[in-house]
């Protein structure tokens, strides 16, 4: 499975959009970009997963760019609930997520 | 739905003992996982299943594991003997094992065991 690159940290002010990026310069073609988060004490969540259009659910949007080496999650409106570790995997069609260490958002009033 | 049920919340234990996790999943999930998760090398699948068969085992880290999977609504993870390196959080997820297009990897997690091993 390609492997991912994400900034350790960020910051974002409370109601802003925060834009998390991901880098999979050696993502294959039958794979997939997902990604999850995980708030402090629980364990992680699935938010949203794409292949190479962009996809927007209730509580994300993805956009994946056209050559599909990179990705931006984005949480429109962040909230201070939002404050978590967020995870982007690349994965084909086997059940198995190689989790690296995330981006840690910092959600501040 | 309940969600993914892991019992106990906490657990603490002397070295040598043994420890038994205890993992529900969701009704119709046909996969099951078990994680575990440390400060030093973030989550690391251990082991998995499908339709209550282990289908890979690598990330199990020695003999001192291993896993169970009896019945459609119920696994174990087992340590015997434990040591204080064990100590960790250990997660059980569980999904669909054909969904609608590219669900596969949508995993439902459960809220964890924190493993303390003196």
């Known amino acids: 499975d390609a492997k991912t690159t994400q900034p350790t940290s960020m910051d974002c002010a409370e109601g802003r959009a925060a834009n998390l990026p991901c880098n999979h310069s050696t993502i294959s073609g039958n794979e997939y970009v997902y990604w999850y988060r995980q708030i402090h004490s629980q364990g992680p969540q699935y938010i949203i997963h794409?292949?190479?259009?962009?996809e927007t659910n209730e509580m994300a949007s993805l956009i994946i760019t056209e050559d599909r080496k990179s990705s931006t999650l984005i949480l429109p409106h962040a909230t201070l609930r939002d404050t978590a570790v967020y995870y982007c995997i690349v994965a084909g069609n086997n059940r198995k997520l190689i989790w690296g260490l995330g981006t840690s958002l910092a959600v501040n009033p | 739905d309940a969600g993914v049920i892991q019992s106990p919340r906490h657990e603490v234990t002397e070295m040598g003992q043994e420890v038994t996790l205890r993992c529900k999943p969701i009704?119709?999930?046909?996969?099951l996982f078990w994680y575990r998760q440390t400060m030093m090398r973030g989550l690391e699948l251990l082991i998995y299943?499908?339709?209550?068969?282990?289908?890979?085992d690598s990330g199990m880290p020695e003999d001192r594991f291993s896993a169970k999977m009896p019945n459609a609504s119920f696994s174990t993870l087992k340590i015997q003997p434990s040591e204080p390196r064990d100590s960790a959080v250990y997660f059980c997820?569980?999904?669909?094992?054909?969904?609608?297009?590219?669900?596969?990897?949508?995993?439902?997690f459960g809220p964890g065991t924190r493993l303390t091993v003196l």
């Open positions: 794409g292949l190479k259009n962009n």
């Open positions: 997820a569980s999904s669909y094992g054909t969904s609608g297009g590219s669900s596969y990897n949508e995993q439902f």
């Open positions: 299943f499908n339709n209550n068969v282990p289908i890979d």
């Open positions: 009704s119709g999930h046909d996969y």
